[in-house]
């Protein structure tokens, strides 16, 4: 079969790789109808050497159930599924409590960390198949598919770092990125009733569509003339939440700079730094708490799914570029040179 494999940075090929193929009896083997490519999938392809890989890529997909391993109960074949970026068993301590990242089962762990399976390919082994999995009330060919997708990691990204941050109605809300997780935190944003919602993004054609997800205001601005643009929207005071999406320093200074006394620092942007100040004059002095983390999408899925299959949200629109799996390598391109925002695969 067919799969993308990133040699090093910059270096993204799709080649023929074995095929996919049940190794346990908790497996499922899923013909990929839709994947896409991440806004994380830029970090590797930004630094990786050629000593970490061939490294097979993708996290986020939809699929069809082509066989089962013999203690899956919830599947059967033709199901159409959704998988988040973990994979968990759904009923271990952790996951029972929402956090499907740190589930405790040995075949537990990030897409990513298997090495070799990936998402942007055209079939896949999915470990934990009656935890990790859900199932789609769709046909593969659904308009509603690019929305669907975003269940497996943007959408509930997003929606992780507003409901971490605790926004409900009548609050202020800054959303640091304009890429297709800071969007999903506006639509999360608006979703939970926040009031004013800001988002400190620079690309029109995304802070347009953030506007039309539930944005209130856009700040161009970076740095110290960000935050003083946020706090004169925000009558000097700042927001209450603040969802980060980036994962760089400045955008965590940024996140520091406008947040409210006693207000929340939410980080969902994966941190491409190894510390942060936290101290009395950044948060201790102003009772500002930091919250966020990997999202444990499996958890949202559920709540989110209704609002997309009866068109009160349409999440799909954060997909501004479509391709096969030949064009993956060009998709990442697009993608680092902000032509395009988020790319979807149908192999």
Not at 89 to 111: P, V, Y
Not at 228 to 239: F, I, N, S
Request: charged share 20%; glycine share 12%; hydrophobic share 40%.
């Amino acid at each position: 079969m067919r799969a993308a494999l990133m040699y090093q940075a910059g270096d993204v090929r799709i080649e023929n790789v074995p095929d996919s193929a049940l190794k346990h009896p908790s497996d499922a083997l899923v013909r990929i109808t839709a994947s896409c490519i991440c806004g994380s999938d830029l970090h590797p392809y930004h630094r990786m050497t050629g000593e970490n890989g061939p490294a097979r890529m993708g996290h986020e997909l939809i699929g069809v159930v082509e066989e089962t391993g013999a203690e899956v109960q919830t599947l059967k074949v033709g199901d159409l599924v959704v998988s988040p970026f973990a994979i968990s068993d759904n009923t271990c301590d952790f996951c029972r409590e929402q956090l499907h990242t740190s589930c405790t089962h040995r075949e537990a762990g990030f897409w990513d960390g298997i090495a070799d399976e990936g998402g942007q390919a055209e079939a896949i082994r999915v470990p934990l198949a009656d935890g990790t999995l859900v199932k789609l009330p769709v046909a593969p060919d659904s308009a509603l598919i690019p929305s669907l997708l975003t269940l497996a990691d943007v959408l509930g990204t997003g929606y992780h770092a507003a409901k971490t941050a605790g926004v409900r109605p009548g609050q202020r809300v800054t959303v640091i990125g304009d890429g297709a997780v800071g969007l999903m935190a506006v639509l999360s944003a608006r979703r939970l009733g926040a009031e004013q919602i800001i988002l400190m993004g620079r690309h029109q054609h995304r802070t347009d569509l953030g506007r039309e997800f539930g944005a209130t205001d856009v700040v161009a601005e970076r740095g110290e003339e960000g935050i003083a643009r946020v706090r004169e929207l925000t009558g000097g005071h700042g927001t209450h939440a603040v969802l980060e999406a980036v994962g760089h320093m400045p955008a965590y200074e940024q996140a520091v700079g406008v947040v409210r006394p006693g207000g929340v620092i939410s980080r969902v942007g994966v941190p491409q730094y190894e510390s942060a100040p936290v101290g009395f004059g950044s948060l201790f002095r102003h009772n500002i708490r930091l919250a966020g983390g990997p999202a444990p999408v499996r958890a949202y899925i559920e709540e989110l799914m209704p609002d997309i299959l009866d068109g009160t949200i349409v999440p799909g629109k954060v997909f501004d570029a479509f391709t096969d799996l030949d064009g993956v390598p060009a998709g990442y391109r697009d993608m680092d040179e902000r032509r395009s925002l988020k790319v979807l695969v149908r192999p």
